[in-house]
């Protein structure tokens, strides 16, 4: 059985897909944060038979957790103080998605203007389809196909 260290001051994410710790590690940028993080991958899940987890070392406020939301709104986030869970935040689909994914139009504005922010809205909630705010272009990510 692997043991990883009890967190005193942080942010647990759990019920992450298995397989997509990585993912939620770059997009959070936390290789560019100066935190201790631990990630587990395919963690044995009574409620998903596999998960992955992340422990991050740091103020909930230095992660984005509309970034979080977008890639999977189904994960956990427990907020640890003084090493126990003081609090669980639900994650929801972000109605706006700012400098998190790309327009794929190369006759979009955003493409041309390079220091355009790539705004995205949430189009369809239920498909859980964002649409470029300037051409209405439609991203639905590899992830969310696989639903």
């Given amino acids: 059985m692997l043991?990883?260290?009890q967190l005193n001051e942080g942010v647990v994410l759990?019920?992450?897909q298995a397989g997509k710790a990585m993912d939620i590690y770059k997009y959070l940028k936390l290789?560019?944060?100066d935190s201790c993080v631990a990630i587990i991958k395919n963690a044995r899940s009574?409620?998903?038979?596999k998960k992955d987890i992340?422990?991050?070392e740091c103020p909930i406020e230095e992660l984005n957790l509309d970034v979080l939301g977008f890639v999977d709104h189904n994960i956990t986030v427990n907020i640890i103080q003084d090493a126990?869970?003081?609090q669980k935040k639900d994650l929801t689909l972000p109605k706006q998605l700012v400098n998190i994914i790309r327009c794929k139009n190369p006759r979009?504005?955003?493409s041309i203007e390079q220091e355009l922010e790539q705004i995205f809205f949430l189009?369809?909630?239920e498909k859980e389809v964002y649409r470029c705010k300037y051409c209405e272009e439609k991203y639905r990510s590899s992830a969310k196909n696989n639903k």
């Avoid at 009574?46 to 038979?49: F, L, T």
């Fill in 14 to 16: 759990d019920h992450i």
């Fill in 54 to 56: 992340i422990k991050i």
């Fill in 84 to 86: 126990e869970i003081v």
């Fill in 46 to 49: 009574n409620k998903m038979g």
């Fill in 123 to 125: 189009a369809d909630e």
């Fill in 31 to 33: 290789d560019k944060m």
């Fill in 108 to 110: 979009c504005i955003s």
């Fill in 3 to 5: 043991n990883v260290g």
